[in-house]
């Protein structure tokens, strides 16, 4: 069998995708969640966040690393 076995992969990259979705959580990517496009609706008593085109690059670079991973 190889370096890793098929359940050795998933592990890895569920472990880097906690690491990112705790950093974009914690705020410690600074230009993400800042971006032209992103929505911040900022009331008297509520704040509402979209960041839309921060989940765009999110989800290309997710995506390019899932179709490297897959060759």
């Known amino acids: 069998m190889g370096v890793f076995s098929p359940l050795g992969k998933l592990l890895?990259?569920?472990g880097?995708?906690?690491i990112v979705v705790g950093l974009l959580?914690?705020?410690?990517v600074p230009f993400l969640g800042r971006l032209p496009?992103?929505?911040r609706i900022e009331r008297e008593h509520y704040v509402i966040y979209?960041?839309?085109?921060?989940m765009l690059i999110l989800s290309?670079?997710?995506s390019l690393i899932f179709t490297?991973?897959?060759r």
């Open 25 to 28: 959580l914690m705020g410690k």
């Open 12 to 14: 890895v990259v569920l």
């Open 37 to 39: 496009g992103d929505i």
């Open 50 to 54: 979209i960041p839309v085109t921060s």
């Open 60 to 62: 290309v670079v997710l």
């Open 16 to 18: 880097i995708t906690l």
């Open 68 to 70: 490297l991973w897959r």
